[in-house]
């Protein structure tokens, strides 16, 4: 099996479910410690040296040289993203949650709306699986004769635990190829707008 075949099956798997039903299944609601260490977290460089690895990892896959094996990217036709292999680097739980939350606070930033913020959590063979969902959509406002603006299509941002250790972490934009909508804006744009300083 290809590289690529090999990113496509880690998104393909979150979305199977087997079994098909949580165990549990809840909203994501951070309580006043992890909002505060997440805003201290924000100010330092570990978030700035997380943003910059990634988006340097991005140019060197478009330059159709060999990434970093902690990261791989999805490149199809209505869904471009990236998955980062957590469980080959150093970074700690927190760390990774408050970059997970981050990346949907960018998001939003940039014109969208949160849809849900979800965690699932999964009986596997071998491990318990929690999947933390941030699902984002474009703010639109629909006008008689006009087409809707994308933008980078809906987003889903997901941060993969077993047995409440990080395993991976992936964001994923999926576009419409319909006429009801214009063309959307490249993935490239997204991780300049996502790598950029906040306003």
């Known amino acids: 099996m290809s590289f690529w075949d090999q990113i496509a099956d880690i998104f393909r798997s979150a979305e199977a479910g087997t079994p098909a039903a949580p165990t549990i299944h809840e909203l994501i609601d951070r309580d006043d410690a992890d909002r505060q260490d997440y805003a201290r977290w924000k100010r330092t460089l570990g978030r700035r040296r997380l943003m910059d690895w990634l988006t340097d990892q991005y140019a060197v896959n478009r330059a159709g040289a060999r990434t970093d094996e902690a990261v791989g990217f999805l490149d199809t036709n209505s869904s471009k993203g990236f998955v980062i292999y957590f469980h080959r680097t150093n970074y700690g739980k927190a760390e990774i949650q408050h970059f ?75 576009v419409y190829q319909d006429a009801q909508y214009e063309e959307a804006d490249s993935f490239a744009a997204l991780m300049m707008a996502l790598a950029a300083e906040e306003e």
């Open 100 to 174: 997970f939350d981050y990346l949907k606070e960018r998001m939003l930033q940039l014109g969208y709306r949160s849809q849900i913020s979800d965690r699932r959590i999964f009986p596997r063979k071998d491990w318990v699986e929690t999947q933390e969902r941030h699902y984002v959509k474009p703010r639109n406002t629909y006008r008689e004769g006009s087409k809707l603006n994308q933008r980078f299509g809906n987003v889903m941002i997901e941060f993969e635990l077993r047995d409440d250790v990080p395993h991976n972490l992936r964001l994923r934009a999926t």
